[in-house]
Antibody, heavy 119, light 110 residues
Framework: QLQLQESGPGLVKPSETLSLTCTVS??????????WGWIRQPPGKGLEWVGS???????YYNPSLKSRVTIALDTSNNQFSLRLNSVTAADTAAYYC???????????WGQGILVTVSS | QSVLTQPPSASGTPGQSVTISCSGS????????VNWYRQLPGTAPKLLFY???QRPSGVPDRFSGSKSGTSASLAISGLQSEDEADYYC???????????FGGGTKLTVL
């Protein structure tokens, strides 16, 4: 059974970089034809796509975040990562990692990690 | 303001049927397939439908998805208390070049 688990700091200071890792077990991130994505949800609000990366390493980002986001694969550790630069309070959210069967259909999700941006 | 429009709330009594709508435009629903997600309180979203009406294994056939033109719908029959959740539609938007979600519909089983 495929499982995903987010990890990283739960508190980030404004203007600093948010860094999260998603560790995948029960399957390989190199499996053809799957995307690996990050989706976030501010407290009490709806879902927002942050970005996704194809198994080949090609990344796709939310245009509104593109200048600040980097998603990368680490095949040696079966992980993928998210870096979001210059964070503000508006970036406070639960961040979920997911495996996508196509660019918008995420069939497997991590449990999520709450990241708070505050000094 | 979400690109896809959903009613913020819906409700029904046990055993009833309810339909949740998702309205978009030609650049999103009109030209791409729709997926639906269900999110129970405090948990991660779960894929309910992909490619408009394809049900992942484990999703009861009380749930059905459909799409017509620039709108999509999620129908639930035989409502049960455990159906209380937030429901989100999602698709790709060709103009925004991104994955977009509806604002979500909170379903209450009275």
């Amino acid at each position: 059974q495929l499982q995903l688990q987010e990890s990283g700091p739960g508190l980030v200071k404004p203007s600093e970089t948010l860094s999260l890792t998603c560790t995948v077990s029960g399957g390989s991130i190199g499996t053809p034809n799957f995307y690996w994505g990050w989706i976030r949800q501010p407290p009490g609000k709806g879902l927002e796509w942050v970005g996704s990366i194809y198994y080949t390493g090609t990344a796709y980002y939310n245009p509104s975040l593109k200048s600040r986001v980097t998603i990368a694969l680490d095949t040696s550790n079966n992980q993928f990562s998210l870096r979001l630069n210059s964070v503000t309070a508006a970036d406070t959210a639960a961040y979920y990692c997911a495996r996508q069967r196509d660019v918008t259909a995420a069939g497997y999700w991590g449990q999520g990690i709450l990241v708070t941006v505050s000094s | 303001q979400s690109v896809l429009t959903q009613p913020p709330s819906a409700s029904g009594t046990p055993g009833q049927s309810v339909t949740i709508s998702c309205s978009g435009s030609s650049s999103n629903i009109g030209s791409n397939t729709v997926n639906w997600y269900r999110q129970l309180p405090g948990t991660a979203p779960k894929l309910l439908f992909y490619t408009n009406n394809q049900r992942p294994s484990g999703v009861p056939d009380r749930f059905s998805g459909s799409k017509s033109g620039t709108s999509a719908s999620l129908a639930i029959s035989g409502l049960q208390s455990e159906d209380e959740a937030d429901y989100y539609c999602a698709t790709w938007d060709d103009s925004l070049n991104g994955w977009v979600f509806g604002g979500g519909t909170k379903l209450t089983v009275l």
